[in-house]
């Protein structure tokens, strides 16, 4: 053996494994790789880590650097290559983020960094540098990218005012409808300014609560009114949710503002009719009440009340049986048989002469009976008019038939977003689907739209389709109702504003944007049945002018006959201007009454 021969170290060569090792360990855990570039020789060596990246079996090193360059993506290349030329001609920082294209045929992201190795005289004569895989942390950020994108779209397409502002009132963001409604111009008249300047002071109060409520994490809804920047005064409704940041402090306030003017205008009218007809019904000793199928009191005013309250002996109400054996036999039966003529479809009038077990005095009636029909004409309970024709001419027609229960107007009704197919197919559902129709959003989704409007509405819904398609980006159809089938098998009626977004390639569709209007046009079918009762109910009012009538031609007749004495003349005389002065207040009243309850 050669003495000046030295053997390697096997404590150094156990150093060396274990550093390889660890090192292999830290590239495979974070996707990262090594590389050197000798300038000199134009070559390149890669670790393992970057064997690893590219899907490459590892093999020989070095190899040339037109071959590495030939690992990154074709759109890539040539920045790769220049910047490795600035770094080594200007001394930049090597900082690179490109594609690379593995041997299977993915693109992968790498971002990458190197320091130039220089001789004694400043010549660069290599590069050592990492690069490592940010696939994954690149395709996230671009997802995300699109979401906001797709997000911000919506948003911007949403007929109804969405708004940001911050924890001191102040508005920091707001979609283009918000900015309609409010009468802003342009995003710089409204963004900066308070939110509260807008509001109708006496309601200040509602908004402020709602507000104050999200900043303490919780979601609630108020009505109130604003005035516009160009002073147009506006009834809202406006649901107020918190924001969060990433640690859950609550940032600022997300509200959603629906503009019910329209809704607020026909509730107001809605109360002043049920306050006219309560007046109405009321303020007159005739009497007036309905019943149900089964005799039962449906509704009455206090006249009537007082009555049964007199016939069975204990205070009257809504639901008692109008049916009591208490005034005999003969009284049951004769209104028994009233009723039955009456719930069979006849319309009639009865006469009546009698002893009131009340006032006892003689009273003249004439009681009115009238079936209340549903929209399907099918007899669901009677009307009834019971009218004192013995002191008709100081009393005042007061007679009107006491208004249906309307339903509630809708409460926090939440749009529901989709977005369609040229073919009506679902492509995304917003999650308030649920409230509003009952379906999840899988089942909305796998329906297409056909499959649940009324099919005397398709032909309307295929031409809005058409209509929309011919509508440049952005732009959106006039509002239109349709009929839509609930999950519980109704029908609902819905209001639905198309947008055409079908070239955004965010969103790739038709925008829909709808809410259940149902109960709206349900109550404007109820106005329009309610008045055409008040119209037909003073129709049979006039039928009271009857008496006055009579009165007159007898004793026209009776002067006629030549039969009379002077001072018999006289008296009849003065009897027939008497009931003709009662004609005439009495026609008066019902004019004037009539227009008075039927609106115009």
């Known amino acids: 053996m050669n003495p000046s021969s030295k053997e390697p170290n096997p404590v150094i060569l156990h150093k060396e494994a274990n550093y390889l090792r660890i090192l292999r360990e830290m590239e495979s855990l974070g996707k990262l790789g090594h590389w050197e570039v000798n300038l000199a020789t134009h070559t390149i060596h890669w670790s393992e880590g970057v064997f690893a990246i590219l899907e490459m079996e590892p093999s020989d090193m070095p190899v040339s650097l037109e071959l590495g360059y030939h690992s990154v993506h074709p759109l890539d290349r040539e920045k790769a290559k220049q910047h490795m030329e600035e770094v080594l001609a200007k001394g930049i920082p090597y900082d690179l983020e490109c594609r690379l294209v593995t041997s299977k045929g993915e693109i992968k992201y790498i971002h990458s960094q190197a320091d130039v190795i220089r001789d004694d005289s400043g010549d660069p004569i290599q590069l050592v540098g990492i690069f490592q895989d940010i696939t994954e942390k690149t395709q996230s950020i671009n997802h995300l990218k699109q979401q906001e994108i797709r997000l911000s779209s919506i948003l911007q397409s949403e007929p109804e005012c969405v708004k940001v502002v911050s924890p001191d009132g102040i508005l920091i963001e707001m979609n283009p409808a918000g900015l309609s409604m409010i009468e802003a111009d342009s995003a710089e008249e409204a963004i900066g300014k308070k939110v509260e300047s807008l509001i109708e002071p006496s309601d200040l109060k509602f908004y402020q609560t709602i507000h104050e409520n999200a900043l303490k994490g919780i979601k609630s809804s108020a009505r109130f009114r604003i005035i516009g920047l160009k ?15 990433q640690t859950g402090k609550i940032v600022s306030v997300l509200s959603l503002t629906r503009d019910i003017s ?14 006219n007809q309560e007046a109405l019904i009321n303020g007159t000793s005739d009497l007036i009440w309905s019943i149900d ?26 639901g008692d049986n109008v049916l009591v054996k208490t005034a005999g036999e003969e009284f049951y039966f004769k209104w028994k048989d009233y009723y039955e003529r009456g719930l069979s479809g006849e319309s009639f009038t009865s006469y009546e002469n009698f002893i009131s077990p009340i006032t006892h005095e003689e009273e003249h009636r004439e009681v009115y009976f009238n079936p209340i029909r549903n929209v399907d004409e099918k007899v669901t309970g009677l009307a009834c008019f019971s009218k004192d024709i013995s002191s008709l001419m100081k009393k005042s027609k007061e007679l009107v038939l006491n208004e249906k229960r309307f339903r509630a107007l809708v409460e926090n009704g939440t749009d529901v977003i989709m977005i369609l197919s040229p073919r009506g197919q679902g492509k995304y559902v917003s999650p308030s689907i649920t409230k509003v129709m009952g379906y999840t959003e899988t089942e909305a989704l796998a329906l297409n739209l056909f499959d649940v409007i009324h099919p005397e509405d398709t032909p309307k819904l295929k031409k809005r389709l058409y209509e929309v398609l011919a509508l440049p980006l952005g732009a959106s159809l006039q509002s239109q109702t349709f009929r839509a089938k609930h999950k519980d098998g109704s029908w609902r009626i819905v209001e639905s504003t198309l947008t055409n977004m079908l070239s955004d390639e965010t969103i790739g569709g038709i925008v829909d944007n709808f809410h259940d209007v149902t109960d709206r046009e349900t109550q404007m079918e109820a106005i329009q049945i309610q008045n055409q009762k008040l119209r037909n109910i003073a129709w049979t009012q006039s039928h009271v002018v009857r008496s006055p009538l009579a009165r007159i031609m007898g004793i026209i007749e009776l002067i006629r006959t030549r039969s009379l004495t002077k001072e018999e003349e006289e008296k009849s005389l003065g009897f027939l201007l008497e009931s003709a002065n009662e004609l005439d207040d009495v026609i008066a009243d019902i004019v004037k009454k009539s227009q008075e309850v039927i609106p115009s």
């Open 231 to 245: 002073g147009t005064h506006r009834w809202m409704e406006s649901t107020s949710v918190p924001l969060t940041d």
């Open 262 to 275: 329209e809704k607020v205008i026909n509730e107001e009218k809605l109360i002043r009719i049920k306050r």
């Open 293 to 318: 199928t089964n005799f039962c009191l449906v509704a009455a005013n206090q006249s009537f009340l007082d009555v049964l309250t007199f016939l069975q002996q204990v205070p009257a109400k809504e």
